[in-house]
T-cell receptor
Framework: GAVVSQHPSRVICKSGTSVKIECRSLDFQATTMFWYRQFPKQSLMLMAT?????????EQGVEKDKFLINHASLTLSTLTVTSAHPEDSSFYIC??????????FGPGTRLTVL | EDQVTQSPEALRLQEGESSSLNCSYTVSGLRGLFWYRQDPGKGPEFLFTLYSAGEEKEKERLKATLTKKESFLHITAPKPEDSATYLCAVGLDTGTASKLTFGTGTRLQVTL
């Protein structure tokens, strides 16, 4: 399968700070990238979909001004959590989709906001 | 409303004890039924994609099947390393990409 990396794998920050998470497709071009969050013992919930060079499409209930997504190239997407608060603590996972139907996922980023 | 339901929520098997996991769905515009494996603290690992009723795919001890309303993931003679959460997801046609809606998963534990 195709490989997707995420960085950092774990981040702890203070309330009110911003955190950027990078997602890279290493061996394919991801024309579309997806960002999910996952709470303990729950499934993945889609936050937003982004196409390279276009604005992201956010799911209902997801604040676009809080979760900034940039998909500047076919191999890189970033998620910035602005003014993070403890309730934003979660496991964030990106998925990349190229010229096929399958999504391939990164290893995830554990965000803890103190 | 599109829905994906997985059962059982948790399953404990002894090594070598075969079983099946269920994924039932009600969606419109299905663009594939996907199975993933997720280990604790990691992202989902792709297993299978099924597109049409009657389709079957196999990989080692796993076999996935699809009907018009549900999919099964059969695990034959499981080993402890098969312990993980198995997620199914349906792909919904958004025109340019396939948006996934996930079920809540089945947590499988295989013991010696």
């Amino acid at each position: 399968g195709a490989v997707v990396s995420q960085h950092p794998s774990r981040v702890i920050c203070k309330s009110g700070t911003s955190v950027k998470i990078e997602c890279r497709s290493l061996d394919f071009q991801a024309t579309t990238m997806f960002w999910y969050r996952q709470f303990p013992k729950q499934s993945l919930m889609l936050m937003a979909t982004s196409n390279e060079g276009s604005k992201a499409t956010y799911e209902q209930g997801v604040e676009k001004d809080k979760f900034l997504i940039n998909h500047a190239s076919l191999t890189l997407s970033t998620l910035t959590v602005t003014s993070a608060h403890p309730e934003d603590s979660s496991f964030y996972i990106c998925g990349g989709q190229g010229g096929y139907n399958e999504q391939f996922f990164g290893p995830g980023t554990r965000l803890t906001v103190l | 409303e599109d829905q994906v339901t997985q059962s059982p929520e948790a399953l404990r098997l002894q090594e070598g004890e075969s079983s099946s996991l269920n994924c039932s769905y009600t969606v419109s515009g299905l663009r594939g039924l996907f199975w993933y494996r997720q280990d604790p603290g990691k992202g989902p690992e792709f297993l299978f994609t099924l597109y049409s009723a009657g389709e079957e795919k196999e990989k080692e001890r796993l076999k996935a099947t699809l009907t018009k309303k549900e999919s099964f993931l059969h695990i034959t003679a499981p080993k402890p390393e098969d312990s993980a959460t198995y997620l199914c997801a349906v792909g919904l046609d958004t025109g340019t990409a396939s948006k996934l809606t996930f079920g809540t998963g089945t947590r499988l534990q295989v013991t010696l």
